[in-house]
């Protein structure tokens, strides 16, 4: 009878059978990808997903990606209660935060992920497990494809933590042995030699659907730009004639074209936010979303609701949005707001300012601070998406107006290819500006400052803002103050350190490798 | 040839009945034999001469005959044994086996039916709360067949259960939450349990190994006897519930007069009604519960069947409760006073219709002002707040009357538990006696959740198409689940009196325990029962696992005075992997019955005392809760739910997601030492047993953080820290008056325990611990904190800071670690929840054929969280909205907190004193004597439940089983009347 104790799941598959064969082997890159997706297995209603000690929700890939880059900035403030998240905007978090540690778990839970999928699908297992012909390109592709997922949460790591644990395939999970700590400068050389690796083996770009979702050469090329402007952040020398190839290789290559089709529903920029954005000619590598099949409380369900008031009242619908009711939660600063002179000819400036004041007073009450129309669970027609709650709007982690706005910064900080930038350039403002010239600029208008103040304009609320304010190291300073930066209702500087968040005190009292962040 | 006689008789009990199974022994020699079932018996070859014959039987006091024995002719020896009037000889039932109790060496309590709480007694378990030192039972409210939380001696674990193992006629139970049943426990009727034993310390429950850790309850279900004569009784008791309090929040006038002066922009918003929202869901609810049972024996077949049926309604409207049960014993020995069989075969069939707690929550806040009804029939005429287009609003409060009534939640439970008991006396060796035990626990359960089309809460559940105003969801769906537990046990008994003095008993035992749970995955509907909402899970639940076990155990007695105990056991589990699920579980345990001692033999002061002390280890693994399954070893993938695909090149794929193991996770143990004194006075009249413990648990089940990168979670069920337990325990018994009228019985009890977590793994400087037990209101607040010497139901809370009248200065609170500034990290550990002394009293008095009870109860250092005042003690209620006011607690016109905010929830502020003295029950009993001619006894009861709580508590009630006060259902106040007929 003692071998009724080797008792095994009766559902719930061994290694081996999930790698048994091809379509194994995309299920669990699904997994992968959909890692910035949902948050767990069970679903959005289940009690737990794939991060623990923090609500579920809140765990997910992009809403906290989100709430880092955007609520900590000029360009998004909240008004909800959960814990720690005025931390985010007051810069007071503290290693102990349960958002800090979730928004790290996430990311390293992602990378793990990828590892393990890494670590079963080598030419070696491959080939032992019989796959060939069509589907060994397929599943190289893929490979690729998690190689460069894995990647991009690296990049988060770097860029939010500077210094985080590191692991490949080649280190065994489900052991003890915690892993090394690696430095910001080692982890961008990684990156970039990870990234140019796997150029060969990514499909390449393409409009068609049948690659929609797929991360392709032009998403790697895009975050080796990102990188590659950053670099002056990341290791102490710049990069920006690297950043203006890769950014080149983007748009000269990558087949892109901005959106610039408005419907009689939607401008031609909104159509990027709309449950239809996967049409969109622009968006160069998504988070996919579906209102039945792709649930998740963060996400773009998170960024259409938490901005929409909590029911209809004169200045609100929350059916315009798609959605039953709202969060009532985000909305902005002042400074967001002034960004745009004419937020009539600006097709971008899109504000609910009924029942709002412009100035925020207070954190707590939604009524204070103008709401950014963005994302919305209707498509470019008015079509409501499927569900009421969860939006089908796809995330676009990367698209093109960002790349060229990388490419004109690039350009005016190298001084090089200056006509090409400013039409680059002239290309968003003209589509901003329903595709008239009443908002084009001319070369001397194209300087750093422009640029910093046209891709909060552009690119708001998409989780750049962050990144962008360090660069231009407006961040911390006091060179560059908002409402209730550093926890005061004028805004102060904070310490320098505060640019990078802390390593969570959980992953210190287990790690005895890694070394706290200067200044936590 | 030898000289040899032999002797003959019959051992009898008090009503000259024959007592089978009685021990017959020659004092010196190795000679005994047992009497047969009518208590005959015949012992030879004695040597001739002097000899003394000792007749013993457990709960009898021993008689020695001198007799002197004749070669070749039989003496007659015919005795009456008599009860042992000061119980120390009763039997008590431990683990695979009963003992004398003045044999005992472990921490265990009795406690039998005439002890039991009285009243409406729905589950088992409230029998005996507050009558057992060590143990407290928390009800989670007070809805019919709600959860019970036991603590014996306080939790041992972090993660990993901390309940008792519960043993029902033999047969571990699985206590694991049964789907359509809040409280598998109350599946069992409570008319047919006879006696409670409950194992404390190691050396009591080490026998039960690996499920032993927090302690283990044994209940004993009614039987026949032999020779009893058929005798029906009948158990009727009428009930009726009234809820006596209710939270402290503003009536309509108050509400009005608030608003207008703290919002006068808002009064707009009010209604004309003058509604008491927790009139409208609360009731007073009737309880009509009818046992009827029959115990006798037919020829040599004892029995004792019963059936019971319940009808409970729950005070919050539409809560409701119906149980039937059934029951049979047979327990006839056959094969010459050789074989005892016991079978036992329980059943219950239970219809739950249960009510949205959730209820209870918005009849606080919902406005005061507005009516019940309004002559909407789209809502089901009840009001609720409507758009212009008379559509529903969104995230508003529903009318909690329409939440209750426009829901239908039902649920069908039958579970059934069964065994069968053979013990066999071999014939050649009459002192040892092979157990075979075969028993099972299956439940089946149904349910379905219906949520009306009119329900304005679900408008526009699905699917949305904003033109159409008259789109509704509701919700419709159905669950199954099944379980089927087996059993086997067989163990040898072997009992050896070598001398007068010596007395051996050793056993050896095999245990085979088997639990399978599955469940279907349905579609879920709107509530049109037939429009898919949400898809199945591509998988049905499936989940099994079994737990192989070795036991043994030694009892020796010296000259009736030094008693030793020594227990092993070894448990496999199939939930830990190959090489970690094995593990031994030692105990060993030793007891002095000090007065048998000639200084104290002749003793008027002591009429007994015992010194116990006992050490032992004990193991858990039950990790499910913690683990999520019961294979937390093996690395599994888990295919997502159709809501969780995730679509590339335009093609849908359902992920397998990785999930988190843990490869070496292995047994939780438990150390305890016990050191207890048993006290006899006055001929025992006066009883007091205190005990001191010390349970030391190491390699801990916790969920705790691990090193980023290493597994498919950021946290995992490890073995890692320990915590203690420390406390004392005093029980007294004492039967004050004794006389042939006037009797007066009292038992007090009292425990003291400190916990505390000792080691949780390594430890950076700043690490603030693992947070707990989440809050309502702010997504993620967590009010607990596992930290290092701290108890483990400590609170993680801000100090809050007053001003000079007293009241809590809004958003200020202490820099306690004094860096400068006020952050997450100034919370600091503040008091628990749990209790640190527990008291318990219960009086009997009786004159003639009338009686009174009470029993009082009374939990002393434990905190509560007042969650409502924290949600509702602000005027966010009535400044928070455009669309609507809602209700605000009397606290909101104390404090003057306009908003709600984050960092107030963790505020000091909200943990209250929750120390109480609750008078459980009050029961006047009259005993009508013989009636029907003669042929029935009949006794008549009244009783009151709930009869007064005494607490500074300012929340509703302070007994809350986790500390976090919300949403509680109020415990009703119980008036019964009970008839007890015997025919």
């Not at chain 1, 990808?33 to 949902?38: D, I, K, N, P, T």
């Not at chain 1, 959960?82 to 978090?93: L, T």
């Not at chain 1, 985000?330 to 000819?345: H, V, Y």
């Not at chain 2, 009930?239 to 703290?262: I, K």
Request: charged share 15%.
């Amino acid at each position: 009878c003692n071998k009724d104790l080797d008792r095994t799941p009766t559902y719930d598959l061994s290694t081996d059978a999930v790698y048994k064969d091809a379509a194994g082997y995309r299920t669990v890159a699904a997994k992968a990808y959909s890692g910035f997706a949902v948050t767990g297995p069970s679903g959005p209603g289940a009690s737990t997903g794939d991060i623990l000690g923090i609500d579920q929700g809140t765990s997910d890939y992009v809403r906290q990606l989100w709430s880092a880059q955007e609520l900590t900035t000029d360009e998004a403030i909240i008004q909800w209660g959960d814990p720690g998240i005025q931390d985010w905007h007051n810069m007071n978090w503290t290693s102990s935060g349960v958002l800090v540690q979730g928004l790290y778990s996430r990311i390293l839970y992602e990378i793990t992920v990828c590892n393990s999928f890494l670590a079963e699908a080598t030419d070696a297992k491959l080939s032992a497990r019989g796959i060939t012909g069509a589907d060994l390109t397929d599943i190289k592709a893929y490979r690729a494809e998690v190689r460069f997922l894995r990647a991009l949460a690296y990049y988060h790591a770097l860029d939010l933590y500077g210094n985080p644990p590191f692991a490949t395939e080649t280190d065994p999970i489900g052991g003890t042995t915690p892993p090394k700590q690696t430095t910001r400068a080692a982890l961008f050389t990684y990156l970039e030699s990870e990234l140019k690796a796997i150029d060969t083996d990514l499909l390449a770009p393409s409009q068609s659907a049948n690659q929609y979702g797929r991360a392709s050469k032009a998403a790697a090329w895009t975050l080796l730009a990102k990188l590659y402007l950053n670099a002056q952040v990341y290791t102490g020398t710049a990069r920006y004639a690297d950043c203006l190839t890769y950014a080149a290789k983007v748009i000269d290559t990558g087949g892109y074209s901005l959106q610039t089709t408005a419907t009689n529903m939607a401008t031609a920029y909104s159509r990027n936010f709309l449950t239809d954005n996967n049409t969109s000619p622009e968006i160069i590598f998504p988070i996919v979303f579906d209102g039945k099949r792709t649930q998740s409380y963060g996400g773009t369900t998170f960024l259409t609701h938490a901005p929409v008031s909590g029911t209809a009242d004169k200045y609100w619908n929350p059916a315009k949005y798609g959605i039953g009711a709202g969060w009532g939660g985000t909305r902005t600063t002042p400074k967001l707001f002034q960004q745009f002179t004419d937020t009539a000819a600006d097709t971008r400036g899109r504000f609910v300012t009924g029942g709002q004041t412009m100035d925020v007073v207070s954190q707590t009450n939604f009524n204070n601070g103008y709401v950014p129309i963005k994302f919305k669970n209707v498509s470019s027609t008015g079509a409501a998406g499927a569900d009421a709650t969860f939006v089908d709007t796809d995330y676009p982690m990367f698209r093109l107006a960002d790349v060229y706005l990388m490419y004109a910064e690039a350009a005016v900080r190298t001084n090089a290819n200056l006509p090409q930038a400013l039409t680059y350039v002239n290309l968003i403002r003209s589509r901003a500006y329903n595709n008239t010239a009443a908002g084009n600029i001319a070369t001397a208008d194209l300087t750093l400052d422009f640029l910093l103040n046209e891709r909060s304009r552009e690119l708001y609320w998409e989780g750049t803002r962050r990144t962008d304010l360090i660069r231009y190291k407006r961040f911390t300073t006091a060179d560059y103050l908002w409402p209730w930066k550093g926890g005061v209702a004028a805004g102060t500087s904070v310490p320098d350190t505060r640019s990078l968040f802390p390593i969570p005190a959980s992953d210190l009292s287990v790690n005895p490798n890694l070394v706290q962040n200067p200044g936590y | 040839q030898a000289q040899t006689g032999s002797v003959s008789g019959r051992v009898l009990d008090e009503k000259n009945a024959g007592i089978p199974g009685a021990t017959v022994l020659v004092a010196g020699t190795s000679l005994g034999v047992s009497s047969d079932a009518d208590g005959n018996f015949r012992l030879a070859n004695i040597p001739a001469g002097p000899q003394t014959i000792v007749l013993t039987f457990v709960g009898y006091n021993e008689v020695r005959r001198p007799v002197t024995i004749v070669s070749g002719q039989n003496v007659a020896v015919n005795a009456a044994l008599t009860v042992n009037a000061t119980e120390l000889g009763e039997a008590v039932v431990i683990g695979y086996g009963t003992q004398r109790k003045q044999d005992v060496t472990g921490a265990i309590t009795t406690v039998t039916a005439k002890d039991f709480v009285q009243g409406q007694i729905t589950n088992p378990e409230q029998l005996i709360q507050g009558k057992v030192a060590g143990v407290q039972i928390t009800t989670d409210g007070g809805a019919p067949g709600a959860s019970t939380t036991i603590r014996i001696r306080g939790g041992s674990s972090l993660n990993a259960s901390n309940d008792p193992l519960i043993v029902i006629d033999g047969v571990p139970v699985d206590n694991s939450s049964v789907s359509g049943a809040a409280n598998p426990l109350s599946l069992i009727n409570p008319n047919d349990i006879e006696t409670y034993t409950v194992l404390k310390d190691a050396s009591a429950t080490a026998i039960y190994g690996s499920r032993a850790s927090n302690g283990v309850i044994l209940i004993t279900t009614k039987k026949g006897a032999l020779g009893d004569k058929l005798t029906v009784n009948l158990v009727s008791n009428t009930s009726l519930a009234a809820r006596y309090n209710s939270v402290p929040v503003l009536t309509a006038d108050e509400f009005r007069a608030t608003v207008q002066a703290v919002a006068p922009q808002q009064v707009g918003l009010l209604g004309t009604g003058n509604t008491d929202w927790q009139k409208q869901v609360f009731r007073t609810a009737m309880t009509y519960d009818n046992n009827v049972s029959l115990t006798g024996a037919v020829g040599k077949l004892p029995f004792r069947a019963s059936i019971g049926n319940l009808e409970q309604q729950g005070i919050l409207i539409t809560n409701r409760l119906i149980r039937n049960s059934g029951s049979l014993s047979l327990s006839p020995i056959l094969l010459d006073n050789h074989l005892r069989v016991n079978v036992n075969v329980k059943g219950t069939w239970v219809d739950n219709n249960f009510a949205d707690a959730g209820a209870i929550g918005s009849a606080l806040a919902f406005d005061p002002t507005q009516n019940v009804f309004s002559d909407n029939a789209t809502y089901g005429n009840y009001f609720q707040y409507l758009q212009g287009n008379g559509t529903p609003q969104q995230n508003v409060p529903t009318n909690p009357v329409a939440t209750l009534m426009l829901q239908r939640n039902r649920s069908t439970v039958k579970r059934s538990i069964g065994n069968i008991q053979l013990d066999y006396k071999l014939h050649f060796l009459p002192d040892l006696h092979a157990n075979l035990n075969l028993g099972y626990d299956v439940t089946r359960a149904t349910g379905n959740n219906l949520v009306d089309a009119r329900s304005a809460g679900s408008y526009f559940n699905n699917p949305l198409d904003p033109t159409n105003t008259t789109a509704r969801g509701g919700s419709y769906n159905y669950y199954s689940q099944q379980r089927n537990n087996k059993l086997l046990e067989a163990y040898l008994n072997y009992t050896k009196q070598f001398n007068e003095n010596t007395r051996l008993e050793v056993l050896a035992g095999y245990s085979y325990q088997d639990f399978v749970t599955t469940a279907p995955a349905y579609d879920t509907y709107l509530g049109d029962a037939s429009t898919v909402r949400t898809l199945a899970a591509k998988n049905p639940f499936r989940t099994q696992y079994t737990i192989i076990s070795y036991y043994g155990r030694a009892n020796l007695s010296i000259k009736d005075r030094y008693l030793f105990t020594a227990t092993l056991r070894n448990d496999n589990t199939s939930r830990f992997g190959p090489d970690y699920r094995k593990a031994y579980f030692p105990a060993g345990s030793f007891a002095w019955r000090i007065k048998e001692e000639d200084f104290l033999k002749d003793s008027k002061t002591f009429s007994d005392l015992k010194l116990r002390v006992g050490y032992g280890i004990t193991g858990q693994q039950d990790v499910v809760a913690a683990a999520g399954s019961d294979y937390p070893y093996i690395q599994r993938f888990q295919q997502n739910v159709p809501s969780a695909q995730y679509q590339l090149g335009g093609v849908y794929y359902t992920p397998y997601s990785p999930l988190g193991y843990n490869g070496k996770i292995k047994w939780e143990q438990t150390s305890t030492y016990n050191a207890g004194l048993d006290f006899g006075f006055l001929d025992n009249r006066l009883t007091l047993s205190a005990d001191a413990y010390y349970r030391k648990t190491t390699d801990l089940l916790a969920v705790i953080p691990i090193p980023s990168l290493v597994n498919f979670t950021n946290r995992l069920i490890s073995n890692v820290g320990s915590l203690e337990n420390k406390g004392i325990e005093l029980n007294l018994n004492g039967n004050v008056i004794q006389s042939e009228k006037l009797n007066w019985s009292v038992n007090a009890n009292a425990t003291y325990n400190v916990n505390r977590i000792l080691s949780l793994g390594p430890q950076a400087a700043n690490f603030q611990g693992i947070e707990n037990t989440g809050i309502s209101g702010g997504t993620g607040t967590n009010i607990g904190n596992y930290r290092v010497g701290s108890p483990s139901s400590a609170f993680y809370v801000y100090q809050q800071v007053y001003g000079a009248n007293g009241k809590p200065v809004d958003g200020v609170y202490v820099d306690t670690n004094g860096d400068g500034k006020v952050d997450s990290n100034d919370r600091r550990i503040f008091q628990q929840s749990a209790p640190k002394v527990l008291l318990g009293f219960g009086s009997n008095l009786s004159y003639n054929r009338v009686s009174l009870a009470f029993s009082l109860r009374a939990n002393l250092g434990n905190y509560v969280y007042n969650n409502v005042n924290s949600n509702l003690g602000n005027y966010q209620g009535i400044v928070g909205s455009t669309n609507f006011v809602s209700n605000v607690t009397r606290d909101a016109n104390n404090t003057g907190f306009l908003n709600r905010t984050q960092d107030r929830y963790s505020s000091d502020y909200y943990i209250q004193n929750a120390s109480f003295l609750r008078m459980d029950n009050v029961t006047l009993g009259y005993n009508a004597g013989k009636v029907l001619n003669g042929k029935g006894s009949l006794r008549l009861s009244a009783a009151v439940q709930n009869v007064f709580v005494a607490t500074k508590y300012t929340g509703l009630d302070p007994e809350i089983p986790n500390g976090v006060d919300n949403n509680v259902y109020p415990r009703p106040r119980t008036y019964t009347f009970g008839l007890n007929l015997s025919i």
